[in-house]
């Protein structure tokens, strides 16, 4: 195939020191486990206080009109978008300013009423979803963009502003989200902060570690932070907003951001590549960072099996004239067209004359790229098509990816519909998909705790990018020293001494 052949054009895609005076208890809210809750099934009901009237009546005082106590109204708050995780809360609570949301935790702090945050809940790990019967604080309606700086690019906007809309509305001003995702048309800037998403263009611009300048955060006994700072440089005392980014609401709530925004790149090129195997996927790599240099944004890669289950889950069609048992995707950003997409052709053509790359398209127009992009940023959306998907997000060394999917492949042999490989080779992330018709004990028991015994016998990390949510924290030694889980603990019970904040989450 032609190396700048044009893809055929395709119909538009649809893009425990929790609290050392709560011990836990028998559960007081009988929730049925199912096998596809088993991941937490041996979790027990804390010493909470449960709700009452009088509770609803307070909540009502301070954001009249926006709490739901209706179950038809509250049960898709109840559960994530996987249906893998379910709670069973009575009460949801919409607040529109920092006060509302300070107000209802100072009333929750008082009377020692569990809370879970919840943004977009778009997570894959359980952490924006009740586990028993904690009052749901949603952020939807704080969806306000506060300012944007247009000299230093500096963005302020509330938390549950949607990614996809905030990073439209820095496009039209010249700038753009230094994230990506594919859940960006329903996931909230402040879900992203606190779960510290990384998405596919960390490798270009890094991450929210990096991007968030300041935060606005409300702890739990109702105490407003306001670390708002709009500078590059600030190192006056400790970086306090470094502890809320990535802490899945538990040491927080995150109501406002200050982020800073990369100019929206003038040239967008996107490739997407067949490889034979991958050493020549990382092969490839290499030649990319050489070749693009400072104008690649992402890299991203696919196994054939994820590509088949894309082809048949959701009917998309492969851009290369031949299958390849590996696939990467490249996109750059820069200013200038011509040159960008030279760089990009000559790139091409090393692999191709090297072996490295067997077949190679460049996207002729923006319906092309979207056509490829969707294929990649899909392939969650495919898999749940499946049936039931065990879902797993590691930071591995890139060298040992395939490994890893091949040991879990033997492991799960004819249990598993399909055992697919994709993520993000340019900063070490693998997405481990596991399908099946249903969930299964038997074959959950081959994929755990092995799959953290791999990644910690190569010095991975058992969350990337997802966090550990409810699913996670009885692995966390797999990544964290006894002395580093210790230390977490004795933060979370400085600032949140009850354990009310998102409790069962991310600590074991």
């Known amino acids: 195939m032609a190396l700048f052949a044009r893809l055929l054009p395709r ?20 929730i049925p486990r199912t096998t596809e809750q088993a991941s937490y099934r ?7 206080a449960q709700l009452q009237p009088e509770d609803v009546a307070k909540f009502e005082a301070i954001m009249p ?37 300070s107000q209802a935790l100072q009333h929750c702090h008082a009377r020692n009423l569990a809370v879970c945050p919840q943004g977009g809940n778009t997570g894959l790990v359980g952490g924006s979803v009740p586990v028993f019967d904690e009052i749901v604080l949603s952020m939807s309606l704080m969806n306000r963009i506060i300012s944007l700086d247009e000299t230093a690019g500096v963005l302020q906007c509330q938390a549950g502003c949607v990614l ?29 902060i606190a779960t510290n998403a990384g998405g596919v263009r960390l490798l270009r611009y890094g991450s929210l570690h990096g991007s968030v300048l300041g935060l606005e955060v409300v702890l739990a006994d109702g105490t407003i932070l ?21 802490s899945e609401g538990t040491l927080g709530v ?24 991958f050493d020549d996927v990382l092969r490839m790599f290499n030649i990319a960072k050489q070749g693009a240099g400072e104008i690649l944004s992402a890299f991203e890669y696919l196994d054939d099996a994820a590509m088949t289950v894309s082809n048949k889950n959701l009917k998309t069609r492969n851009p290369l004239s031949t299958n390849a048992p590996f696939y990467v995707l490249i996109e750059s950003h820069g200013s200038n067209a011509e ?26 127009d923006p319906t092309q790229a979207s056509a490829m992009w969707y294929l990649r940023e899909s392939l969650a959306e495919a898999m749940k098509h499946d049936g039931y998907v065990y879902k797993y997000d590691v930071s591995l060394p890139q060298q040992t990816f395939h490994a890893l999917v091949e040991a879990m492949r033997k492991r799960v042999g004819s249990l598993a519909s399909a055992c697919v490989g994709y993520g993000h080779v340019g900063d070490g992330n693998l997405h481990l998909n596991v399908t099946a018709p249903k969930a299964s004990q038997e074959l959950l028991g081959l994929i755990e705790p092995f799959i ?42 400085v600032l949140d001494p009850k354990g009310i904040l998102n409790p069962y989450k991310t600590l074991p």
Not at 13 to 23: I, K, N, T, V
Not at 70 to 89: I, P, Q
Not at 172 to 187: F, H, I, N, T, V
Not at 348 to 363: F, H, R, W
Request: charged share 20%; proline share 3%; net charge positive.
């Open 452 to 493: 953290y015994e791999y990644t910690a016998s190569v010095n991975g990390s058992i969350s990337a990018e997802h966090g550990l949510g409810v699913m996670k924290p009885k692995f966390i030694s797999y990544s964290k020293s006894a002395t580093a889980v210790q230390l977490m603990k004795s933060i979370k019970g």
């Open 164 to 192: 996809e809309n905030v990073d439209k509305y820095l496009n039209e001003r010249g700038y753009q989200m230094p994230l990506d995702l594919g859940a960006k048309g329903s996931c909230h800037i402040g879900g992203n």
């Open 339 to 364: 040159h960008d997409q030279e760089k990009l052709f000559a790139l091409l053509q090393t692999a191709m004359e090297k072996g490295v790359a067997v077949d190679a398209v460049i996207a002729q």
């Open 226 to 246: 306001n670390n708002m700072s709009s500078l590059r440089k600030d190192n006056t005392g400790y970086d306090l907003k470094q502890l809320f980014i990535g």
């Open 254 to 277: 995150i109501t406002a951001a200050s982020i800073l925004t990369p100019p929206k790149p003038k040239a967008v090129n996107v490739a997407f590549i067949g490889c034979k195997t």
């Open 42 to 48: 041996h979790l027990q009901r804390m010493l909470f």
């Open 11 to 30: 119909a538009t895609q649809p893009h425990s020191l929790l609290c050392l005076s709560l011990a836990r208890s028998a559960a007081t809210v009988s």
């Open 65 to 101: 009109g926006r709490v739901l106590t209706e179950a038809s109204d509250v049960e898709a708050y109840n559960r994530d978008w996987m249906n893998k995780f379910r709670g069973a809360s009575k009460i949801v609570l919409r607040p529109r300013s920092v006060e509302e949301v």
